[in-house]
């Protein structure tokens, strides 16, 4: 079956452009989580979702950014006026549940470079 | 606040040699995940470990959780360059019961 599908893989933007990043998870897992991983460095919580609705934004860096699941599957990350301090890559992980045993199935990532 | 420590933060090694790396919290954690990053993927889980003293193993990889819960070790016997990557553990938040504490990762190179 197909994994977690991130788009685009790469994506270079220009400082105070407006950025969407998409993830697919896998088919029938409710539990669906957005991270920022810079270099060398473990996975930084940014939103949780369980179904359509965002059960924690707490790791949302500033209003800039925002995150949707309309439809209880796939999710949208979204970045207004970008900043070079936003360059990281931008990783999506879905779970059957949710709960925090169970595993994780990550995306590729977007990797995300603000000029 | 629970931590994840991990150690080393980089090893680099010839191919054949044996490894330790480590992941230490003065937390107790219901149980931990180690998971291996390749450059330009996500991280892929290898194994959960839930009961204090458990030994997993998975071919050359041997995965043990500590008896009081607080920390867990990998070791790798006659390493390999294909076990290079970014070996991260992650636990559960006591705290949620969907988050999980995240160490910053080891980096491991195996050199031919």
């Known amino acids: 079956g197909a994994g977690v599908s991130q788009t685009p893989s790469n994506k270079v933007t220009e400082k105070g452009k407006y950025v969407e990043l998409r993830c697919d998870p896998i088919?029938?897992?409710?539990?669906l989580y957005w991270y920022r991983q810079s270099l060398g460095q473990g996975p930084e919580f940014l939103i949780y979702?369980?179904?359509?609705?965002?059960?924690?934004d707490s790791g949302l860096p500033n209003d800039r950014f925002f995150a949707v699941r309309p439809e209880g599957s796939v999710s949208t990350l979204k970045i207004q006026r970008t900043e070079r301090g936003d360059s990281a890559v931008y990783l999506c992980?879905?779970?059957?549940?949710?709960?925090?045993?169970?595993?994780?199935?990550f995306g590729n990532g977007t990797r995300l470079t603000v000029t | 606040t629970q931590l994840l420590e991990q150690s080393p933060q980089f090893l680099s090694i010839q191919e054949g040699e044996n490894l330790t790396v480590y992941c230490n919290s003065s937390?107790?954690?219901?149980?931990l995940q180690w998971y291996r990053q390749e450059p330009g993927e996500g991280p892929v889980l290898l194994v959960t470990?839930?009961?204090g003293g458990e030994v997993k193993k998975l071919k050359r990889l041997t995965f043990q959780f500590g008896d009081a819960r607080k920390d867990s070790s990998l070791h790798i016997t006659a390493a390999q360059p294909g076990d290079t990557g970014l070996y991260l553990c992650?636990?559960?938040?006591?705290?949620?019961?969907?988050?999980?504490?995240w160490g910053a990762g080891t980096k491991l190179i195996i050199k031919p």
């Open positions: 992650a636990g559960p938040d006591m705290d949620s019961n969907y988050q999980l504490i």
């Open positions: 937390s107790v954690f219901s149980s």
């Open positions: 470990v839930v009961t």
């Open positions: 088919s029938g897992h409710t539990a």
């Open positions: 979702f369980q179904g359509t609705g965002a059960a924690d």
């Open positions: 992980a879905s779970s059957l549940s949710g709960q925090g045993n169970s595993p994780l199935h």
